[in-house]
Every structure is written in structure tokens, then in C-alpha cells.
């Protein structure tokens, strides 16, 4: 079974930067991975996604401003944010191992991570 561990999250003024990383478990493999958000009372979003080492997709809100990068010998994922702004306050989630059916679902994602609080204050 796939662990996933998140870390990095914290507390930020607007237009500061968090790095957050996801630890994936020994032996797990996955082509694409991925980072949602969920804010307060809303559903869970898809941030950004990485496919195969290279290509990447952002949503709009954060295209620009945040980079999802992989270190593959350490089997690490990184979700660099960059000029945070308040309405980037979310639990941050990573994902691994898409079973089709759409990439911004979540329920098309099998393994999650606990998930990881970030603030952004004004």
C-alpha cells in the first residue's frame, strides 16, 4: 500500500513562499501525481498536476506562481508556491495514481496523503 506523507505546510504573509513535499513510500510508482486544495467549506480542487517526470498542468489561480516538480532518486514531490495570496488558504493534499476518468476529480485518484494546512494572511 501506497503512504504518502505531506510536509512543509505553515503560516505566511501574502506575497511569501512555502515549499511543500510529499514523501511517497518505498517501491510506489506512479506516472502522473498531483497536488489538490480545499478550502473552508468548499471542494476539493486540483492545483497542479505532473505527468511522467515532465509535463505539468496548473490551474488558472495559481499558473505563474506555483511549480510541481518531482526529485526521483529520493521519490519526493514539490509543490514550490510563490506570491501566496490569501485565497490560497487551503488543506494541500498530494495524489498519487490516476485511474482515468478526468484529472481535476479526486475520487479519480487513489492514494492521499493526510494533508497539510496552509494560511496566508493579509
Known amino acids: 500500500q501506497v503512504q504518502l506523507v505531506e510536509s512543509g505546510g505553515g503560516t505566511v504573509q501574502a506575497g511569501g513562499s512555502l515549499r511543500l513535499s510529499c514523501t511517497a513510500s518505498?517501491?510506489?510508482?506512479?506516472?502522473?501525481q498531483a497536488w489538490f486544495r480545499q478550502a473552508p467549506r468548499k471542494d476539493r480542487e486540483l492545483v497542479a498536476r505532473?505527468?511522467?517526470?515532465?509535463?505539468?498542468e496548473y490551474a488558472d489561480s495559481v499558473k505563474g506562481r506555483f511549480t510541481i516538480s518531482k526529485d526521483i532518486a529520493e521519490n519526493i514531490y514539490y509543490l514550490q508556491m510563490n506570491s501566496l495570496k490569501p485565497e490560497d488558504t487551503a488543506v494541500y493534499y498530494c495524489?498519487?495514481?490516476?485511474?482515468?476518468?478526468?484529472?481535476?476529480?479526486?475520487?479519480?485518484?487513489?492514494?492521499w496523503g493526510q494533508g497539510t494546512q496552509v494560511t496566508v494572511s493579509s
Open positions: 505532473l505527468f511522467h517526470k515532465t509535463t505539468t
Open positions: 518505498e517501491g510506489s510508482f506512479s506516472y502522473n
Open positions: 495524489a498519487l495514481n490516476y485511474n482515468g476518468g478526468g484529472y481535476s476529480n479526486p475520487y479519480n485518484w487513489r492514494d
